[in-house]
Structure formats: structure tokens, C-alpha cells
């Protein structure tokens, strides 16, 4: 089968449906490696992961080594880690401080600006060998929107701002929430599915499952005294265009940026206070009400979630086979928030959607059970029209249509049109006041 019968979108007739051989096959995922992740800006890593000078992370994006490092110059930069000489990893460790980086295997030396600066027994080499020309190889683009930074594999794609669109008005409401900007607390959550990476893609912005999969948890939380009634079937979710989408809906429960709960306890209530009046101070209130009474789950195409929700996460994920994928999870923080509010947002966090949390183990069953059903292979499509003849919900599916729709145009080498796609918001992000 081939791209152009993957996807069937009939918005006339409220029918959108895709075919399951695009979970299944190793071609399709050589395809996306081609076709999707090298013509994309892929999240690399938060500012504030690179806190001084040789500060690096090492990660590997869509199948490469990569090293996301702060200069000593200051400059954030990306290289790809493998030695000029002979190829091997330069840099070993999965995160650290370094002027400069030695390969183990013949001991070239680069410093942290990529420039060679050490050649053993040099003298060997003739006249032709360029020792300027052998540094480490910069990743073909590397930009930031507001401290979080991408890269492309395509020297010639838009610039990052034009490429992320309207999802820049929810990162925005995520970075001022703190006057003193967003910090990624350290640490890294790891864990893996065997299910296809674009079933987490659909689950990560899927309102629809909420309650049903994840009644343990509500119930958990209606224990404590939150009312869940009505919170999951309102709010509204948007395709943002570029394959970008959102849900958001009016938080039912406290959250530590600004909004206090008895389950907090008494003595959390003015320090959670103090932020509010601080924002509203800053921002008036109309502008913190929607950063702190409403959650949202952000999706950045291809690969990337943001739950700004009971507390702020940071997912990207990547598929190794067509039925497997691997995660990493960070929590995004206010850099100055106090310890105490910091501890009920990382207990959030990992009440959740930890890898052991209420959520995760749900959904990660969710997933695979959905992979293996794909074996049957009888039954060709899964259906994907929810809300197509009205205006969407949070348990809608325009935002995975969104997803679909851009998936497909790259798949196939087509133009990119989303009907459903909103328009921008009237309301532009405020100076402080």
C-alpha cells in the first residue's frame, strides 16, 4: 500500500480514517525517518539543561549521536558525535562538563567550540592534512523559541518561529509563568512500549480515553476532594496548524503555578497565593487566569508533548521499529519557585505521569494492546472522525486529525492543508506591566 491510500480524509462526510499498516510496517518507518524527521525541527533540549560554559546533554535524534553543548564562548551549539578520524562516539557520557572532548580510540581532541585541537604524532600526516577542516560537524540547523531548542536536518527549512506557528502562544504561557523563565529539574525519566510511535502521538492529546483509562486515578483525586464533574467534556482542542494541536480545558484540581487546593494543605495557600498576585501584578488578570486555571496538553509536530497541566512535562518519543519506541520525560519548573512548591509539583508529576505514576502504566497498556490488535489484520482502518460535524471538544479528535493531515502531505510529497485548521488567536502575548 502506498501513501496515498494510508489516509482517508472526507471532511464533507465527517470521514477520516487511517490504515493500520502505517503501525505496522518496516518500510513506512524508513519512509518517516526520510520523510517526516529530516524535514522537521526536532526538539534537542532546554536552555537551562546547559547551565555554564561545557555544560553538554548527549542524545540521539531520529537515529543520530548528537552533543547539545554551551561553549566557552557562551553559544549553545549541536554536533553530531562521532570523530572526524575514524568515527567513533567523542563524547561517552550521557551528560557532564567539558573544555574539551578526546576520542578514546586514537585520541583526537576537540575542544567544546568542535574545533581539532589535538592530533597525536601530527607530524605523520603530509602536507595536505587540514587540521581546521576536521573539527566536529555542526548539525545543519540549530535554533531556540524562548529557551527551548531544535534542530533540522535540512539546511534549508523555515525558520523555527514560522515552522511552530501558533504553538508559540502556548509556549508562551508556559515560560511566563515564572519572571525568572522555566528550568528543566534534573533528571530524566526513560521507559519504552511496544506500540508505534504515532499511537502516543494520538494518546498524548487524546481527551477521550481520560476517564475511562484513567478512572483509578480520578478516583484517587475525587478522594481528596476534587470535583471532576464537567472538566473533561468541555474546553476545546485546536489544530494549530504545520501538524501542530492542542487541548485545553479548565483545570479541576490545584496546580502550583498559581492555583491553591485543600489537598495542597493550609500552609501551601499563601505562598501559592503570593504567585498568583505576582503574575496578575505582571500579566493582569485575564492573562493569568488562562495560564493558571486552564491545563493544556501541547503538541509540537513530530514528536513532542508539553503537558502543562498539574504540572508542566516534557515528552518526546522515538520509534526504533515499527512496534517499539522510546521515551524521555522531563519536568519544566520556575526557576525561582520555593522548595516547598517545587516538592508538590514534582509529586504531581510523578503521581501521574511518571513511568510508575497513574497514567503512564495506562496508557503504555493502552498502546500495546492497540499494536498487537493491529495483527489482525482483517480489519484495515481505525477511524478517526470524532467531532469532524461539530464544533470539537477535549474528547474530539481534530488534533490527531491535524497530526494526520501533516504526516500524510510530508508521506507523500503534497501540499499540506488542514481544514479544520483555527485561526490565530486575537489575543497577543502582553509586555509586563
Known amino acids: 500500500m502506498n501513501a496515498r491510500q494510508l489516509v482517508i480524509d472526507d471532511p464533507e462526510a465527517g470521514v477520516f480514517r487511517v490504515h493500520r499498516s502505517s503501525m505496522l510496517s518496516d518500510d513506512i518507518l524508513q519512509a518517516e525517518r526520510e520523510r517526516v524527521f529530516d524535514k522537521c525541527w526536532i526538539y534537542i533540549g532546554h536552555e537551562s539543561e546547559l547551565a555554564g560554559p561545557g555544560a553538554y546533554r548527549r542524545r540521539v535524534l531520529s537515529g543520530r549521536p548528537l552533543i547539545f553543548i554551551r561553549s566557552n564562548d557562551g553559544d549553545y551549539r549541536a554536533f553530531y558525535n562521532t570523530c572526524s578520524h575514524r568515527g567513533a562516539l567523542i563524547c561517552r557520557a550521557d551528560e557532564g562538563v567539558a573544555k574539551v572532548f578526546q576520542c578514546f580510540y586514537h585520541a583526537w581532541t576537540f575542544d567544546n567550540k568542535g574545533s581539532l585541537i589535538g592530533v597525536p604524532d601530527e607530524e605523520g600526516y603530509g602536507e595536505a592534512f587540514d587540521k581546521a577542516a576536521l573539527g566536529l560537524q555542526p548539525v545543519e540547523r540549530l ?3 524562548r529557551g527551548f531548542y531544535f534542530v533540522a536536518f535540512d539546511p534549508n527549512i523555515e525558520d523555527l518561529a514560522t515552522y511552530l506557528g501558533k504553538a508559540t502562544d502556548y509556549l508562551d504561557l508556559i515560560v511566563d509563568q515564572s519572571d525568572e523563565g522555566m528550568r528543566v529539574v534534573p533528571g530524566t525519566n526513560k521507559y519504552s512500549m511496544r506500540a508505534n510511535w504515532k499511537l502516543l502521538v494520538e494518546n498524548s492529546i487524546d481527551g477521550y480515553h481520560g476517564l475511562p483509562t484513567h478512572e483509578t486515578y480520578w478516583q484517587y483525586i475525587a478522594d481528596q476532594g476534587v470535583d471532576m464533574s464537567g472538566s473533561m467534556m468541555g474546553g476545546e482542542a485546536l489544530s494549530l496548524g504545520n501538524g501542530h494541536a492542542v487541548i485545553e480545558s479548565p483545570a479541576p484540581y490545584g496546580r502550583p503555578i498559581a492555583v491553591w487546593h485543600p489537598l495542597f494543605g493550609d500552609e501551601m495557600k499563601p505562598e501559592i497565593e503570593g504567585v498568583r498576585a505576582r503574575l496578575v501584578e505582571r500579566y493582569g488578570e485575564e492573562r493569568t487566569k488562562r495560564m493558571a486555571d486552564h491545563i493544556r496538553n501541547l503538541f509540537i509536530f513530530p514528536n513532542l508533548i508539553i503537558n502543562d497541566i498539574m504540572a508542566v512535562t516534557v515528552r518526546q518519543f522515538w520509534p526504533t521499529a515499527p512496534d517499539y519506541m522510546e ?12 522548595a516547598r512548591l517545587l516538592a508538590t509539583r514534582l509529586d504531581s508529576f510523578l503521581t501521574f505521569l511518571g513511568p510508575g505514576g497513574f497514567a503512564t502504566p495506562d496508557d503504555v497498556e493502552a498502546l500495546e494492546s492497540c499494536q498487537t490488535g493491529f495483527t489482525a ?22 488534533q490527531m486529525r491535524a497530526f494526520w493531515r501533516r504526516w500524510n502531505s510530508l508521506m507523500q510529497g503534497t501540499p499540506y492543508h488542514d481544514p479544520e485548521a483555527t485561526p490565530r488567536r486575537t489575543e497577543k502575548r502582553p509586555l509586563a506591566v
Open 143 to 145: 535554533a531556540n523559541y
Open 327 to 338: 521515551v524521555n520525560a522531563w519536568e519544566l519548573a520556575p526557576r525561582d519557585e520555593a
Open 377 to 398: 489484520d482483517s480489519v484495515e482502518w481505525s477511524d478517526i472522525s470524532r467531532g469532524m460535524k461539530r464544533t470539537p471538544t477535549v474528547t474530539d479528535e481534530v
